[in-house]
């Protein structure tokens, strides 16, 4: 979304999209009790040079920032301008604003940019010079925010990590009246099993007469089949990489399991349920949003989504009375599922190279940093994008739901380790990884629509082309100098049910 | 053309190619304003994709690696473009034809002055192609769906099917349903060209119609028709190009799903070229090669085509 | 053709028109059309009357009538998509865009429909070349000649690089019709002693209308939808945005103000509606031989 500065503008949607409910208030409120503190200026604050621009992705990104900068903008002296952008313009819109001077003081790389890359490229810039007390500012973070390859590189610091990616997109959200037709309690304590799971779907249909389908899915967008099943095969005890030339990779033995027992397993349930004809009709057009609005509308029983829709479930659909718990496992497992890395690197923020008001940017950088400024994004995101440090969500305001969804995910999710950090040069390869088409996501899309039929062969096939586009890539760097080996992607020293510490 | 040609200064036959330019002097300060919008706008974007083709370039840093024709090579083995070269075809094949008819019936009609709300239909039907696309998708998925859309609605009650239809979901009916909802959102446009075209029927033929005795039908058959042909060729070949255009419309909706189902040429584009697998870098270089040669190859098949016609054509008998 | 007009005169047989009068006929087709229109236009009327509900009722409730009628969509679209800012932006883009199309396109196909100049074969066949390559999926040629020229910033660049769209199609709509025109049109105003420039102006032209309505119509939805570049350009001076990237602050990766979308689009879609009402007296009055029916 793109944000912008009308002071008015932003009241409609605040009302709508915060976890706080605070309807009727003119801002949101970054502090619990009066405005936010922006204390004294961390140094000697050079003159405004124009505006301070910033740009990210939007979404609840756009709700914190764009007032939170004005009021920054007020305190210090200086005008703001906020931009929230979707990712395929932002994927445009940067480089060509990085070349032609335009783009702003601090923004969000390209989602599939390595950071390294951007600096190679000397698009940003270290923040160290901006940030008197660095060293002291980085410890406050928990472990693992600052990754050397992600967010650091040669020891200096360049990403701003200030969101955790300990999220799950595949949460088994349900309305408690559909699920009132079931034989099923579900709480985050007493998650489903995979048969619980495929038989509450069969439920809710059958006794609404059809009314309400059990499950929906946002099908047309791709992704979301590679989730629901990867991260379901992650219940079910694999544990591999999520995205990029690491899916589907287990860095335990160095192998791709994208055919294992189970992923299949996976599949086969998501098949199984459109079989029992519990699956929405015509999920193979609908978007994730329209089909997220479906369910809060009461037209689906459940739906596997991220934890963002909670607050704004509680806000836009009040009436709507629902739970949550933990993505399904086959009975008798209880597998985690995983993220990249622990910061949430697509919410990194970077500082231009360029920028025109660096010293400002990086005030606003080191403040997301303190304990105050990330109760303050906790208070108005909530679980959406959980602040990365622990003590603010527990500070901050929001409903006992949002609270229990941050805790379900501290226990659900996992970090992997991260193949930067053991060398440099895999971003070389992650460069010159040509993704098989089709990927994980489209070939579980393909089996759903009908027209892949061979579930073992399908995904045989895929992993294969994944394992042989990883050596393709890796012979590619090393002609280039990369100096990479597979080997050195194994991680056997990992506890899947731990977060990988190096 | 060669009869408006009339201005060229009596000259003798050995005149210079710089008398001649100088004779056309005024005509090319008149190309000016044209060629450098053209130039700059349309021609260079050209050539700089085909030289993007032969890069092995993500179209966001500063590594370009030449590659020389490596993409065209990879492009000719992918099944991918190949079949999303077919759809493009089969797409552009469904929809002209249709558009074009259905255009040129409905401005035949409203071109009746008599008609007194003529101006409000017209608006009506040209309403669509002023309405966003984003929305047109919302409300097409909520029109077209399975479950209680209007449109299963109507044809499950009168018994038409037995089971809701997956209209955009199905890997069989999505072609359809897209071509369907461009043909609705377009024909409006394709209505404005053909209206454009009947202002050219002079009045006097119509009266001259009237007076000989001739019923509107015939008029429109035999005296309107024959005029506006012509048209037709322009008319087919605007609906033609921009029937290629008609990546808006899938990105909003199926998003060329399911499993590339609806991937016309555009959308495997727009995929390799800005929207990767995540976590993977796009592929400019080699979407622009995609481009390349997905216009090459239109452009051969129109040269045949119009080969083959000039071919029959000769065999007429009594042709000139 | 204009041989072939008068030659193919058909004098077809005269047979008496069916019992029903022309006027009851011409009720009974507006009653067809009528109908017709209704259902052709059911799902923009959707879309207004979604822009008058809650998001929440949208998915509930398809039905047409919403329940608890709220302007509320508008007031937010109003500012939420800054349109009373936006809206000046995207005239000058569009007005600014028209102009030089239609000039540039006629100029250029008058000269390409009647004049044979050397470079003219080669001249459309690079026309005709560039019909076929897909445009579009990269701007990153035209920005960096935009900011080359020092116009990568303004809407003034904005408003030229909007131009280039179908500049090919237009001129080629003025080739093919200016080529059909009688040349007695010209050696009549030379005979006057009128220049080119005042043929040209005062007498092609004026006779091009409905070329000139189809492209300034087509070149108006055009600049009127144009996201990216309009995007790209302004990125660094949001004070110069247009409409269509107003428009877009309703949709963002996991939220989409459905609600605001219908409501933003509606006010968006209003002038080109308007427009279009006043451009169709043109075809119906405007031109010289203007049929009557």
Same mark, same amino acid.
């Given at each position: 979304?793109?944000?912008?500065?009308?002071?008015?503008?932003?009241?409609?949607?605040?009302? $709508?999209?915060?976890? =706080?409910?605070?309807?009727?208030?003119?801002?949101?409120?970054?502090?619990?009790?009066?405005?936010?503190?922006?204390?004294?200026?961390?140094?000697?604050?050079?003159?405004?040079?124009?505006?301070?621009? %910033?740009?990210?992705?939007?979404?609840?990104?756009?709700?914190?920032?764009?007032?939170?900068?004005?009021?920054?903008?007020?305190?210090?002296?200086?005008?703001?301008?906020?931009?929230?952008?979707?990712?395929?313009?932002?994927?445009?819109?940067?480089?060509?604003?990085?070349?032609?001077?335009?783009?702003?003081?601090?923004?969000?790389?390209?989602?599939?940019?390595?950071?390294?890359? *951007?600096?190679?490229?000397? %698009?940003?810039?270290?923040?160290?010079?901006?940030?008197?007390?660095?060293?002291?500012?980085?410890?406050?973070?928990?472990?693992?925010?600052?990754?050397?390859?992600?967010?650091?590189?040669?020891?200096?610091?360049?990403?701003?990590?200030?969101?955790?990616?300990?999220?799950?997109?595949?949460?088994?959200?349900?309305?408690?009246?559909?699920?009132?037709?079931?034989?099923?309690?579900?709480?985050?304590?007493?998650?489903?099993?995979?048969?619980?799971?495929?038989?509450?779907?069969?439920?809710?249909?059958?006794?609404?007469?059809?009314?309400?389908?059990?499950?929906?899915?946002?099908?047309?967008?791709?992704?979301? %089949?590679?989730?629901?099943?990867?991260?379901?095969?992650?219940?079910?005890?694999?544990?591999?990489?999520?995205?990029?030339?690491?899916?589907?990779?287990?860095?335990?033995?160095?192998?791709?399991?994208?055919?294992?027992?189970?992923?299949?397993?996976?599949?086969?349930?998501?098949?199984?349920?459109?079989?029992?004809?519990?699956?929405?009709?015509?999920?193979?057009?609908?978007?994730?949003?329209?089909?997220?609005?479906?369910?809060?509308?009461?037209?689906?029983?459940?739906?596997?989504?991220?934890?963002?829709?909670?607050?704004?479930?509680?806000?836009?659909?009040?009436?709507?009375?629902?739970?949550?718990?933990?993505?399904?496992?086959?009975? $008798?497992?209880?597998?985690?599922?995983?993220?990249?890395? =622990?910061?949430?690197? *697509?919410?990194?923020?970077?500082?231009?190279?360029? *920028?025109?008001?660096?010293?400002?940017?990086?005030?606003?950088?080191?403040?997301?940093?303190?304990?105050?400024?990330?109760?303050? %994004?906790?208070?108005?995101?909530?679980?959406?994008?959980?602040?990365?440090?622990?003590?603010?969500?527990?500070?901050?305001?929001?409903?006992?739901?949002?609270? *229990?969804?941050?805790?379900?995910?501290?226990?659900?999710?996992?970090?992997?380790?991260?193949?930067?950090?053991?060398?440099?040069?895999?971003?070389?390869?992650?460069?010159?990884?040509?993704?098989?088409?089709?990927?994980?996501?489209?070939?579980?899309?393909?089996?759903?629509?009908?027209?892949?039929?061979?579930?073992?062969?399908? =995904?045989?096939?895929?992993?294969?082309?994944?394992?042989?586009?990883?050596?393709?890539?890796?012979?590619?760097?090393?002609?280039?100098?990369?100096?990479?080996?597979?080997?050195?992607?194994?991680?056997?020293?990992?506890?899947?049910?731990?977060?990988?510490? $190096? | 053309?060669?009869?408006?040609?009339?201005?060229?200064?009596?000259?003798?036959?050995?005149?210079?190619?710089?008398?001649?330019?100088?004779?056309?002097?005024?005509? @090319?300060?008149?190309?000016?304003?044209?060629?450098?919008? !053209?130039?700059?706008?349309?021609?260079?974007?050209?050539?700089?994709?085909? @030289? @993007?083709?032969?890069?092995?370039?993500?179209?966001?840093?500063?590594?370009?690696?030449?590659?020389?024709?490596? /993409?065209?090579?990879?492009?000719?083995?992918?099944?991918?473009?190949?079949?999303?070269?077919?759809?493009?075809?089969?797409?552009?094949?469904?929809?002209?034809?249709?558009?074009?008819?259905?255009?040129?019936?409905?401005?035949?009609?409203? /071109? /009746?002055?008599?008609?007194?709300?003529?101006?409000?239909?017209?608006?009506?039907?040209?309403?669509?192609?002023?309405?966003?696309?984003?929305?047109?998708?919302?409300?097409?998925?909520?029109?077209?769906?399975?479950?209680?859309?209007? &449109?299963?609605?109507?044809?499950?009650?009168?018994?038409?099917?037995?089971?809701?239809?997956?209209?955009?979901?199905?890997? +069989?009916?999505?072609?359809?349903?897209?071509?369907?909802?461009?043909?609705?959102?377009?024909?409006?446009?394709?209505? &404005? @060209?053909?209206?454009?075209?009947?202002?050219?029927?002079?009045?006097?033929?119509?009266?001259?119609?009237?007076?000989?005795?001739?019923?509107?039908? +015939?008029?429109?058959?035999?005296?309107?028709?024959? &005029?506006?042909?012509?048209?037709?060729?322009?008319?087919?070949?605007?609906?033609?190009?921009?029937?290629?255009?008609? !990546?808006?419309?899938?990105?909003?909706?199926?998003?060329?799903?399911?499993?590339?189902?609806?991937?016309?040429?555009?959308?495997?584009?727009?995929?390799?070229?800005?929207?990767?697998?995540?976590?993977?870098?796009?592929?400019?270089?080699?979407?622009?090669?995609?481009?390349?040669?997905?216009?090459?190859?239109?452009?051969?098949?129109?040269?045949?085509?119009?080969?083959?016609?000039?071919?029959?054509?000769?065999?007429?008998?009594?042709?000139? | 053709?204009?041989?072939?007009?008068?030659?193919?005169?058909?004098?077809?047989?005269?047979?008496?028109?069916?019992?029903?009068?022309?006027? #009851?006929?011409?009720?009974?087709?507006?009653?067809?059309?009528?109908?017709?229109?209704?259902?052709?236009?059911?799902?923009?009327?959707?879309?207004?009357?979604?822009?008058?509900?809650?998001?929440?009722?949208?998915?509930?409730?398809?039905?047409?009538?919403?329940?608890?009628?709220?302007?509320?969509?508008?007031?937010?679209?109003?500012?939420?998509?800054?349109?009373?800012?936006?809206?000046?932006?995207?005239?000058?883009?569009?007005?600014?865009?028209?102009?030089?199309?239609?000039?540039?396109?006629?100029?250029?196909?008058?000269?390409?429909?009647?004049?044979?100049?050397?470079?003219?074969?080669?001249?459309?066949?690079?026309?005709?070349?560039?019909?076929?390559?897909?445009?579009?999926?990269?701007?990153?040629?035209?920005?960096?000649?935009?900011?080359?020229?020092?116009?990568?910033?303004?809407?003034?660049?904005?408003?030229? #690089?909007?131009?280039?769209?179908?500049?090919?199609?237009?001129?080629?709509?003025?080739?093919?019709?200016?080529?059909?025109?009688?040349?007695?049109?010209?050696?009549?105003?030379?005979?006057?002693?009128?220049?080119?420039?005042?043929?040209?102006?005062?007498?092609?032209?004026?006779?091009?209308?409905?070329?000139?309505?189809?492209?300034?119509?087509?070149?108006?939805?055009?600049?009127?939808?144009?996201?990216?570049?309009?995007?790209?350009?302004?990125?660094?001076?949001?004070?110069?945005?247009?409409?269509?990237?107003?428009?877009?602050?309703?949709?963002?990766?996991?939220?989409?103000?459905?609600?605001?979308?219908?409501?933003?689009?509606?006010?968006?879609?209003?002038?080109?509606?308007?427009?279009?009402?006043?451009?169709?007296?043109?075809?119906?009055?405007?031109?010289?031989?203007?049929?009557?029916?």
């Amino acid at each position: 979304m793109i944000y912008r500065r009308t002071p008015m503008s932003r009241r409609g949607f605040l009302a $709508g999209a915060s976890a =706080l409910g605070i309807a009727a208030a003119a801002r949101p409120a970054f502090a619990q009790d009066a405005a936010f503190d922006f204390g004294e200026p961390m140094m000697d604050m050079p003159a405004p040079n124009g505006p301070l621009r %910033w740009l990210d992705s939007g979404d609840q990104k756009g709700v914190f920032f764009e007032p939170f900068l004005a009021e920054y903008g007020q305190a210090r002296g200086i005008e703001t301008v906020y931009d929230g952008l979707p990712w395929s313009e932002i994927a445009t819109v940067v480089p060509l604003g990085v070349r032609n001077g335009s783009a702003p003081d601090a923004f969000t790389l390209p989602l599939d940019m390595p950071p390294a890359v *951007a600096i190679d490229q000397g %698009w940003v810039q270290p923040l160290d010079p901006y940030i008197p007390d660095i060293a002291e500012w980085r410890a406050g973070f928990p472990a693992g925010s600052f990754v050397e390859g992600i967010n650091m590189r040669d020891g200096q610091t360049y990403g701003l990590p200030f969101t955790s990616d300990r999220r799950s997109s595949c949460l088994l959200l349900f309305g408690r009246e559909a699920m009132a037709l079931t034989e099923f309690e579900p709480s985050p304590e007493n998650p489903l099993t995979w048969d619980q799971f495929r038989a509450a779907a069969r439920q809710i249909t059958e006794n609404s007469g059809g009314q309400i389908p059990g499950f929906i899915i946002g099908g047309a967008q791709v992704n979301r %089949w590679r989730d629901v099943t990867l991260q379901m095969a992650s219940r079910a005890g694999a544990h591999f990489g999520m995205a990029g030339f690491v899916t589907g990779f287990d860095y335990t033995d160095g192998e791709y399991k994208l055919n294992s027992p189970e992923v299949v397993g996976a599949v086969e349930l998501l098949l199984a349920m459109r079989d029992d004809g519990s699956v929405f009709p015509g999920v193979l057009s609908l978007n994730a949003p329209q089909a997220r609005a479906f369910t809060a509308q009461g037209n689906a029983g459940m739906i596997l989504q991220g934890p963002w829709n909670v607050p704004i479930w509680e806000a836009e659909n009040p009436d709507f009375d629902f739970g949550f718990t933990w993505t399904p496992a086959p009975e $008798g497992a209880d597998g985690r599922t995983y993220t990249n890395s =622990l910061p949430a690197t *697509a919410n990194m923020m970077f500082l231009n190279a360029d *920028a025109q008001n660096p010293a400002h940017a990086a005030e606003v950088f080191r403040l997301m940093g303190t304990l105050e400024g990330q109760t303050a %994004w906790a208070n108005v995101v909530g679980p959406s994008d959980p602040a990365i440090f622990p003590a603010a969500n527990e500070q901050a305001q929001m409903s006992d739901r949002s609270r *229990a969804v941050i805790a379900l995910q501290e226990q659900q999710v996992r970090a992997t380790p991260v193949p930067y950090s053991a060398n440099t040069g895999f971003v070389e390869v992650a460069r010159l990884f040509q993704m098989p088409t089709p990927d994980i996501a489209q070939t579980v899309q393909g089996l759903f629509a009908g027209q892949l039929t061979d579930v073992q062969g399908s =995904l045989d096939t895929l992993n294969q082309a994944m394992s042989d586009a990883l050596d393709a890539a890796i012979e590619e760097a090393n002609a280039g100098g990369a100096n990479v080996t597979r080997d050195e992607l194994v991680f056997a020293d990992w506890d899947p049910m731990t977060d990988y510490s $190096g | 053309m060669s009869t408006a040609d009339h201005d060229i200064p009596a000259a003798g036959p050995r005149t210079g190619l710089g008398t001649r330019l100088w004779a056309h002097r005024v005509d @090319y300060l008149f190309l000016v304003p044209g060629l450098v919008i !053209f130039g700059a706008f349309i021609l260079w974007p050209m050539l700089a994709s085909q @030289y @993007y083709s032969l890069l092995d370039w993500s179209g966001f840093d500063s590594r370009r690696i030449f590659v020389g024709l490596r /993409n065209y090579r990879e492009l000719l083995a992918d099944e991918f473009f190949v079949a999303a070269f077919w759809r493009s075809v089969w797409f552009t094949l469904a929809t002209v034809p249709l558009q074009m008819l259905l255009g040129l019936v409905l401005a035949v009609i409203l /071109n /009746n002055r008599l008609l007194k709300l003529s101006a409000v239909f017209r608006t009506l039907i040209f309403l669509p192609v002023v309405t966003p696309v984003a929305v047109i998708a919302i409300v097409m998925a909520l029109m077209l769906s399975p479950f209680n859309g209007p &449109i299963n609605d109507l044809i499950t009650g009168a018994g038409l099917v037995q089971r809701a239809v997956d209209f955009l979901g199905s890997p +069989q009916l999505v072609m359809w349903s897209l071509a369907g909802i461009y043909v609705w959102k377009w024909t409006g446009v394709t209505m &404005i @060209y053909w209206l454009a075209a009947l202002q050219t029927v002079p009045d006097e033929l119509y009266e001259a119609a009237r007076l000989d005795g001739v019923t509107g039908r +015939q008029v429109t058959m035999y005296v309107v028709m024959p &005029i506006i042909a012509p048209f037709a060729v322009v008319i087919g070949l605007i609906s033609a190009i921009s029937a290629l255009n008609v !990546f808006p419309l899938i990105q909003a909706t199926t998003q060329g799903g399911p499993f590339f189902a609806s991937e016309v040429m555009e959308v495997f584009i727009f995929r390799t070229a800005f929207a990767p697998p995540s976590g993977t870098f796009p592929q400019l270089g080699y979407a622009s090669a995609a481009g390349v040669l997905f216009g090459l190859a239109i452009m051969g098949l129109t040269i045949l085509q119009v080969l083959a016609v000039r071919r029959t054509r000769r065999k007429e008998p009594g042709h000139g | 053709m204009a041989d072939a007009t008068m030659g193919r005169t058909a004098r077809a047989p005269a047979r008496r028109e069916a019992m029903v009068s022309p006027r #009851a006929r011409r009720t009974i087709t507006s009653v067809v059309l009528a109908v017709l229109c209704a259902v052709w236009v059911y799902p923009i009327v959707w879309m207004i009357s979604a822009s008058f509900k809650t998001n929440n009722e949208i998915f509930g409730d398809t039905g047409l009538i919403p329940d608890a009628p709220t302007v509320e969509n508008y007031a937010r679209a109003w500012s939420e998509a800054n349109i009373g800012r936006y809206f000046f932006n995207t005239m000058f883009v569009t007005v600014g865009s028209v102009v030089v199309t239609v000039i540039a396109t006629a100029l250029m196909g008058y000269v390409l429909g009647r004049r044979r100049f050397p470079g003219r074969g080669l001249l459309m066949g690079l026309m005709v070349f560039t019909l076929f390559i897909p445009q579009g999926y990269t701007i990153i040629p035209v920005f960096e000649l935009l900011t080359t020229a020092g116009l990568g910033q303004s809407l003034w660049g904005l408003m030229l #690089a909007t131009c280039g769209h179908s500049v090919v199609i237009f001129t080629l709509l003025f080739a093919g019709y200016f080529a059909q025109m009688p040349k007695e049109l010209e050696e009549a105003s030379r005979m006057d002693g009128v220049g080119p420039v005042k043929t040209f102006w005062y007498v092609m032209l004026p006779l091009s209308k409905p070329i000139v309505v189809t492209v300034v119509v087509l070149q108006t939805l055009q600049a009127w939808n144009d996201f990216l570049l309009p995007l790209v350009i302004t990125l660094a001076n949001p004070d110069l945005r247009t409409l269509s990237v107003g428009v877009y602050s309703f949709r963002g990766e996991h939220f989409i103000d459905w609600g605001g979308m219908n409501a933003a689009s509606a006010i968006t879609i209003i002038p080109i509606v308007i427009l279009f009402l006043f451009l169709q007296r043109y075809f119906i009055d405007g031109l010289a031989g203007a049929v009557k029916g």
